[in-house]
């Protein structure tokens, strides 16, 4: 059995980004080993905040890591390659939201231009709601990927006619 990259489960464990089973199962090494080793050799967790500070700065900056990755030795070092990290998933999960964007606007362009009858209009009713609600979700979480209004708190009203504004804006 190979031995383990201590030093790169010490700078998981120091991040804080990942569980330490978690961090376990990424280097072959029990959690219960990592506790002792972190126990005996005085290990902190406390790099958690200044990790998700860094990313923050760097997916406002938009910047993606590319490259050689050298042997992380300083806090400095910690802080950079888990908020590089924490930018991919970051990024990955606008992706995804802009791809859910795109279906929700099919969705209502196709409503946009299907006529109600008698036959058709409970379930016409039922799509125009579920893409009223995927609408309001993508929006939701956009709006959070993308830390517009810094945390500001909205009715639900406020959602509903911010909503029907882009709505009738097309």
Same mark, same amino acid.
């Given at each position: 059995? !190979?031995?383990?990259?201590?030093?790169?489960?010490?700078?998981?464990?120091?991040? *804080?980004?990942?569980?330490?089973?978690?961090? *376990?199962?990424?280097?072959?090494?029990?959690?219960?080993?990592?506790?002792?080793?972190?126990?005996?050799?005085?290990?902190?967790?406390?790099? #958690?905040?200044?990790?998700?500070?860094? #990313?923050?700065?760097?997916?406002?900056?938009?910047? #993606?890591? =590319?490259?050689? +990755?050298?042997?992380?030795?300083?806090?400095?070092?910690?802080?950079? +390659?888990?908020?590089?990290?924490?930018?991919?998933?970051?990024?990955?999960? &606008? +992706?995804?939201?802009?791809?859910? &964007? *795109?279906?929700?606007?099919?969705?209502?362009?196709?409503?946009? %231009? =299907?006529?109600?009858?008698?036959?058709?209009?409970?379930?016409?009713? &039922?799509?125009?709601?579920?893409?009223?609600?995927?609408?309001?979700?993508?929006?939701?979480?956009?709006?959070? !990927?993308?830390?517009? %209004?810094? *945390?500001?708190?909205?009715?639900?009203?406020? #959602?509903?006619?911010?909503?029907?504004?882009?709505?009738?804006?097309?």
């Amino acid at each position: 059995m !190979a031995t383990p990259d201590w030093e790169a489960i010490e700078s998981a464990y120091r991040a *804080g980004s990942l569980s330490i089973r978690a961090i *376990g199962e990424k280097y072959g090494v029990s959690h219960v080993g990592i506790n002792k080793r972190a126990n005996k050799e005085g290990w902190q967790r406390d790099l #958690t905040d200044k990790v998700k500070s860094a #990313t923050k700065a760097k997916v406002s900056k938009s910047v #993606t890591s =590319a490259g050689y +990755q050298k042997e992380v030795v300083t806090d400095e070092d910690i802080i950079d +390659q888990a908020s590089d990290e924490a930018v991919a998933v970051v990024l990955a999960h &606008r +992706q995804g939201l802009a791809a859910w &964007r *795109g279906i929700t606007n099919k969705l209502r362009l196709f409503l946009e %231009d =299907a006529e109600i009858t008698e036959d058709n209009h409970a379930s016409m009713s &039922r799509s125009i709601t579920a893409g009223v609600d995927a609408q309001i979700k993508v929006i939701k979480a956009e709006r959070e !990927a993308y830390n517009i %209004d810094s *945390g500001e708190k909205h009715s639900s009203t406020d #959602t509903l006619s911010d909503l029907m504004d882009s709505l009738s804006k097309g």
